[in-house]
Structures are given as C-alpha cells and as structure tokens.
C-alpha cells in the first residue's frame, strides 16, 4: 500500500497546480489581464455555463473571439508575447497557479491508493439494479464487491451490456461517474478499496477535511 501521509507531505510542499493558457487558434492578440498577480476565476454555474475571468482577445479576419481563464487563481507569468502581436495557434500566453481545494487533494490521494475500475470504452454507465439497491442502503465504503460481480451496465449505441468486475475485492469507496454522462474510454469508474485498507483511507480522508487550508 502507498503511503497516504507521505504523499500527503508531498501535496502540501507545493499544494497547487500550474495552468498554461494557450492561443486556440492564431491570430491578433490583445490582453485584457496584463500583470501578473491578478486573481482570477474559472468557469462556473450548475452546469458549468459562466465562463471564467476574461484574459484576452484573439482577432482573426474581423472575428474577435475572448480568451477565458479555465481555473480559479493566481497569474504568476507571462510568456515572451507582446499586446497587438500576432501569434501561432498553440502559443502560450500566461500561466496560472491554481491552489488545490480540500476535495482535489482527496482525489489525488484516493486515485493513487485505490484499485481503479476503468472504463473499457466511451459510453454512459450505471449500476446493475442489485449494487445500486445495496448503495442506496448502505452508502458508500459499505458495499463489498469481489471478481465476477456483475457491477455496472454500459449504454452505448442503444446497446446496453452488463459489465463484470474484474480487480482487487474490496469496498467501493467512491464514484467517478455520472450516469447521465458520457464517459471517455479509460476513465476511473469506482475506486475499490481493500478492506484492511479501509480505516487507513478514512483516516487521511477525515485528516485532510479538518486540517487543509483552503488559499483563496
């Protein structure tokens, strides 16, 4: 088993991500965040409709298109391009550094140390109705699963087949899928947790809701 605190040391030296923004396409461009140390804020809303901080515009035959930012953070940088210039499709403009929320840290520890059920190919998923039934009950970290359990049904192409667990036996810890979305072919499906493992997981889930520091 991984060790979780020391990961979890890990995180906290440099408990962030790094962001490059990008020119979509070539074309004239014209900052609108043009310092570094701006505050800036990715897309929200339900369903993800708002668009972030505007950063800049791009200009291509008359057609002026913004430039949005894709996470919420800070402008640490930016890259050797001047206001007006015309760039390359694929130029890096600036970068942003995006500090990691408590729920982020969580799935970056659960996704090393949990046995990951991927998903063999691009289509929606759901439980089959006797699993689905047991975690409406239980809940999750309650609900055993072991090789050759008919677990999930894939819908694709109006063709739906049952899929059969195959890993580690364990406990289904946690959910990376919504049944009213597409997922791509290679994604995380559960992550299935060993039951000796199980209140190692908890304890450093609980560790990291009562003591990570959100940075704004």
């Known amino acids: 088993m991984i060790d979780t605190i020391s990961l979890l040391d890990e995180i906290k030296k440099a408990p962030y991500k790094e962001l490059t923004v990008s020119t979509p396409h070539s074309g004239e461009i014209e900052f609108v965040v043009n310092k570094a140390g701006v505050k800036v804020n990715g897309k ?68 090393q140390t949990l046995h990951l059920f991927l998903a063999p190919e ?20 309650h609900v055993n699963i072991k090789p050759g359990d008919e677990v999930l049904i894939i819908s694709r192409m109006k063709r739906e087949t049952v899929l059969t667990y195959e890993g580690q036996p364990g406990i289904i810890f946690t959910i990376y899928f919504n049944s ?28 990291i809701q009562n003591s990570w520091e959100e940075k704004e």
């Open 44 to 111: 929200s809303g339900n369903w993800g409709e708002k668009p972030g901080t505007l950063l800049a515009y791009l200009t291509r035959e008359g057609n002026k298109k913004p430039i949005y930012s894709p996470e919420k953070g800070e402008v640490v940088m930016f890259h050797d391009v001047q206001n007006n210039q015309f760039v390359q499709a694929g130029t890096p403009l600036l970068k942003i550094r995006h500090f990691l929320t408590k729920q982020e840290v969580i799935d970056i520890i659960l996704k």
């Open 122 to 141: 691009k289509g929606k998923y759901y439980f089959v109705s006797a699993i689905d039934l047991k975690l409406k009950a239980k809940g999750l970290g």
């Open 180 to 207: 009213s979305e597409s997922v791509e072919a290679g994604s995380p499906l559960l992550g299935i947790c060993p039951r000796d493992q199980l209140e190692d997981i908890k304890e450093v889930v609980a560790r």
